[in-house]
């Protein structure tokens, strides 16, 4: 911070102020629903023990609405420390930087989403394989061919290790023909 | 027959090398099995058993013995080394293990956890065979109003993770329970926000959360900061095993841990959760460095390891006892008896002693196997952090995905622990402590069921909770373990002030 | 330099140890000739099954099987899934029986036990009444003139709200009078844990299946007030429900499905399969061991069997609420 000029912290300040105020309206808006939920429910469950399957649902809604409503205060004041990525160098933190660093963080965000879509179609080799691969590259690995190569080794091993050893088998993938 | 007798009965029962190597076999088998990520104790237990069918009897229980302590290790393995706990039992295990594994003391905290799984074990197999019929008396007259007091004391802990501001805490707290109520209400078979979807039916899986929370937020934040993070992982710091001090930090807890977990074990609703719970947030109280909580201290590794194991050995007093299993191990181990046409329960100790206190002295059997086997391998373990950090964490997100979706073969499931990923990333940027959201999981649901049978037996009356003697106790002491320490707090600082006040005048 | 080269080599061999233990479980499963569902977690009834006919088709060497269990939404998601993978196929088979039967029917299920091929019902659990040993209910006319006057006042302990045991609890009272809706119904998960309670006497009267409580019943934990069965079980000195009046009965079956889309042939080859377990000897003696009832039906009995039960439970459960 101590090498920080003004004209730097402003942007930064009203962007860790956006960010926690989006995480406080989430948290009143999921207090809503869950209270909604509890509404659908309806109120003719509890006739001989007063408390029916609604109440919960109530009760924790009311209280995520009102915790997020006390946190949007801390996020307006600017007190909640909200920060998609950084750097050891703080002050160096450059917008291309910060950037870069959190298009790493979507890479592996993206590999956990290939597993849980291609793991039934492709197997569990392959959609580990690709996981394991999109995760080295994001943390910085460059040798992408041998990265493949090991992460298809190592799952390589689990599913035969789970499905011969263990007897539970793992998706072997339905577009290669196999059951 | 006399406990003592009957136990070295057991012995001269159990102890042949046939025997001794069946327990080998079922501790290495089950450690193997309990290490890889969403096969929890119940599981490897269920996998397991048709090697045992062909054994005699007494065989096959030690290897069942085995197996069962195997498991239980083998998940908090995964915990401690790759913050992936396979249970719900080991989940606290990952909240100050991990920590030490990264601080370059992954061996200790294995050590510790084998040594304490050990002494507890052990106490705990002493207890089963000194007062089963006694504590399973106590144990039947908890009623659904004294378990209810029993969550709320559970609840209390979560002051022990709520980290450093009190609303951020809570709002994962509610978070936790919200996610709770997800699935079909036990009492009135209504789907609750379910949003007609068939997977949330059943509600959501702690083992999802937690490891969705610990280990694929983790990956995700780490990799936001790399290059600040870029030596934080250290495979082994200083000597590899438990130092002297951190054996003079670890031995009091494992005794209280043991001490912890037996009755819990031995309740039929009480389960191995909620005394983890309790002996980390006690330990923590009784730290003389509270400030090394949430860092890696190893308190609170050692204390809830010792506990989860008494809790599991706990389990088999009304199993034995009664034939009643609590939990889905224990229902596993019941249906391996009836395959022997054994029926546990209250004539099992009468109608087959050989087999009872076989049993009891190969549950101590195995839990030597454990120490034998998993001490020297702690070492081998740790080394897995010296792997560098691109093929870590992407082993680690594998190892994450098989786990979770090796729970129910569930594509759905591996969804939801993308959401949990990013949740769990989106909690840490915003320092929003993620433990109390699964302690919240856990405790919730439980909590409002019990509420609920209590003034459904009551027909509404909500003085039932005052009323009954065992949940009025556990409420006050529930009470005093929330305004105790604020207050002795008060009073420490004042004094301090007076005594400053004192010296500058 | 010694004591270190012997721990390594120490750990070595712990390490081996681990791998040649791990070969001999990966001895036990090759590539198996049928893949059982038990769409539940293990423990179960559905997990007990199929692993029961499993054993048997290993022991009278009629092929080798895997058994994968697939929990969730009870029973839906393990049938839906069989059902989407393995549609025509002439070597897979799923468990199900009464409990699927009701918990489709709460849940709005849209996959049900009429979307595979039935094969054969296999066996049956009966459903006893008990209250702890203590009760001042001592006989079933007790606790009907306890729940005619207040009923309320009667909590029954069980398992899951829906289940086999709310169910036994819903069709007493309707038998005698009494609204099924006002039944004070307080559901536990899993027979441990309602077991205690009844036997802890937390609650007025519990439901439960015969060979779960019979320990309990015999070691006089618990006093037993009727059985679920229609007639007498030969061999059990319980009175039925029937005969004391009360006119209601329920057996908790289950049994095996093949998947749709099969031809006639390999329905044949099925029902051939499942007739040769159930005739075996180890097939008995797991009946036995389990306390199961052999209630072995084959083909399109049990089809229309299923159909019958599907009508039933559904009328029970819309009375008891659950299902509107």
């Known amino acids: 911070m101590i090498g920080e000029t003004e004209r730097d912290a402003e942007p930064r300040l009203s962007q860790k102020k956006v960010s926690a105020t989006v995480i406080s309206v989430a948290l009143v808006a999921f207090g809503l629903f869950v209270a909604h939920q509890g509404y659908l429910i309806g109120q003719d469950q509890s006739s001989y023990a007063r408390v029916g399957p609604q109440v919960f649902p109530y009760m924790v809604g009311a209280g995520l609405v009102i915790v997020g409503v006390l946190l949007s205060i801390d996020a307006l004041k600017g007190t909640w420390p909200v920060m998609w990525a950084e750097t050891a160098d703080e002050h160096a933190l450059s917008r291309p930087a910060y950037w870069r660093q959190l298009s790493n963080v979507g890479l592996v965000a993206l590999g956990l989403v290939v597993n849980a879509f291609l793991i039934a179609p492709l197997g569990f080799v392959v959609s580990s394989t690709l996981m394991f691969a999109l995760t080295t590259r994001a943390f910085g690995s460059r040798r992408i061919p041998f990265d493949l190569a090991v992460g298809a080794m190592f799952s390589g091993f689990i599913f035969l290790c789970f499905t011969y050893a263990l007897g539970l088998p793992l998706p072997s993938g339905t577009i290669w023909g196999a059951r | ?505 | ?324």
């Not at chain 2, 302590?69 to 039992?89: R, V």
């Not at chain 3, 009078?177 to 004070?184: I, L, R, S, Y």
């Not at chain 3, 019979?214 to 039925?240: F, M």
């Open chain 3, 1 to 324: 330099m010694t004591t270190i080269l012997r721990s390594t080599r120490m750990k070595a061999a712990a390490a081996g140890l681990m791998m040649a233990t791990l070969m001999i479980g990966a001895n036990r499963v090759q590539a198996a000739d049928y893949e059982i569902m038990a769409p539940a977690a293990p423990g179960g009834g559905y997990d007990r099954t199929s692993r029961a006919v499993e054993q048997v088709l290993k022991q009278d060497k009629l092929g080798t099987a895997t058994v994968i269990n697939v929990g969730g939404a009870g029973g839906a998601i393990g049938l839906a899934q069989f059902i989407r993978n393995r549609s025509g196929s002439d070597n897979a088979m799923i468990v199900g029986g009464f409990g699927m039967i009701a918990s489709f029917a709460t849940n709005k299920s849209k996959v049900t036990l009429a979307d595979v091929t039935p094969i054969a019902r296999l066996m049956s659990e009966y459903s006893v009444v008990v209250v702890p040993k203590d009760s001042p209910i001592k006989t079933l006319a007790d606790l009907v003139a306890q729940l005619k006057k207040n009923t309320n006042g009667v909590s029954w302990a069980g398992g899951s709200a829906g289940g086999t045991d709310h169910i036994l609890a819903g069709s007493i009272a309707k038998a005698i009078g009494v609204d099924p809706k006002q039944v004070n119904y307080v559901a536990f998960s899993g027979g441990g844990d309602s077991l205690a309670a009844i036997i802890g006497g937390q609650v007025t009267v519990g439901v439960g299946g015969f060979s779960e409580l019979a320990d309990q019943i015999k070691a006089g934990n618990l006093r037993v007030l009727a059985i679920s069965s229609d007639k007498r079980v030969p061999g059990v000195d319980i009175p039925t429900l029937k005969e004391q009046g009360v006119d209601a009965s329920l057996s908790n079956w289950r049994g095996i499905a093949a998947p749709p889309g099969i031809t006639p042939a390999q329905r044949q080859a099925y029902l051939d399969l499942i007739a040769k377990v159930v005739a075996s000897k180890s097939w008995k003696d797991i009946l036995q061991t389990n306390g199961w009832n052999d209630e072995y039906l084959a083909g399109d009995d049990f089809k229309t069997y299923i159909a019958n039960e599907t009508t039933r439970i559904t009328e029970i459960l819309t009375q008891l609420g659950l299902v509107k």
């Open chain 2, 1 to 505: 027959m006399d406990v003592f007798d009957g136990l070295m009965h057991g012995f001269a029962v159990a102890l042949t090398a046939g025997n001794l190597l069946w327990a080998l076999v079922g501790v290495t088998l089950g450690t193997a099995v309990g290490v890889l990520p969403g096969i929890g104790p119940a599981l490897t237990v269920a996998l397991l058993m048709p090697l045992t069918a062909k054994l005699e009897p007494i065989g096959a229980f030690i290897m069942f013995g085995g197996i069962y302590y195997g498991a239980m290790y083998g998940s908090s393995t995964t915990s401690i080394l790759l913050n992936t706990p396979g249970e719900n039992s080991s989940v606290v295990t990952a909240i100050e293990g991990n920590q030490m594994a990264k601080r370059g003391r992954g061996a200790a905290a294995l050590a510790t956890a084998a040594i304490g799984s050990f002494v507890a074990g052990t106490l705990a197999t002493f207890a089963l065979a000194l007062f089963a019929p006694s504590v399973v008396t106590l144990a039947l007259k908890f009623g659904p109003a004294d378990y209810f007091a029993l969550m709320v004391l559970a609840f209390t802990t979560v002051a022990a993770v709520l980290g450093t501001s009190l609303l951020r805490g809570l709002a994962s707290l509610f978070l936790g329970i919200a996610i709770g109520l997800v699935g079909i209400d036990m009492q009135t078979g209504q789907a609750r926000m379910a949003l007609d979807i068939p997977y949330l039916l059943d509600g959501i899986e702690v083992v999802i959360l937690a490891v969705g929370l610990f280990a694929v937020g983790e990956t995700l934040f780490v990799v936001s900061r790399q290059k600040l993070l870029a030596d934080q992982i250290i495979p082994i710091k200083g000597q590899i095993w438990m130092t002297k001090d951190e054996w003079r930090r670890s031995w009091k807890p494992w005794l209280r841990g043991s001490v912890i977990g037996f009755p819990f074990g031995a309740l039929p609703a009480g389960g191995a959760e909620i005394p983890t719970f309790l002996s980390y947030s006690l330990e923590r109280r009784l730290s003389k460095n509270p400030e090394e909580f949430g860092k890696g201290a190893i308190e609170g590794v050692a204390g809830p390891e010792a506990t989860n194991n008494s809790a599991v050995t706990g389990v088999l007093v009304p199993l034995l006892t009664l034939g009643l299993p609590t939990s889905a191990t224990a229902a596993i181990m019941l249906a391996a008896f009836q395959q022997y046409g054994l029926h546990p329960g209250p004539l099992l100790f009468q109608s087959n002693p050989d087999l009872v206190w076989g049993l009891i002295a190969s549950l101590y059997i195995g839990n030597v196997m454990l120490l034998v086997l998993n001490l020297p391998l702690a070492g081998v373990w740790v080394r897995l952090l010296a792997i560098p950090r691109p093929y870590l964490y992407a082993g680690i997100l594998v190892f994450a995905g098989l786990g979770v979706y090796s729970l129910h073969a569930s594509v759905f499931d591996l969804g939801t622990l993308c959401l949990f990923g990013v949740l769990g990333y989106v909690m840490r940027c915003a320092e929003i402590p993620v433990s109390p959201a699964i302690l919240g999981l856990i405790l919730g649901p439980m909590a409002e069921q019990q509420f609920r049978r209590a003034l459904a037996i009551s027909q509404g009356d909500p003085t039932v909770f005052l009323t009954r003697p065992i949940s009025a106790t556990i409420l006050t002491i529930a009470l005093i373990a929330l305004v105790a320490p604020p207050l002795v707090e008060y009073y420490r600082s004042r004094r301090r002030r007076c005594v400053f006040d004192q010296a500058s005048s």
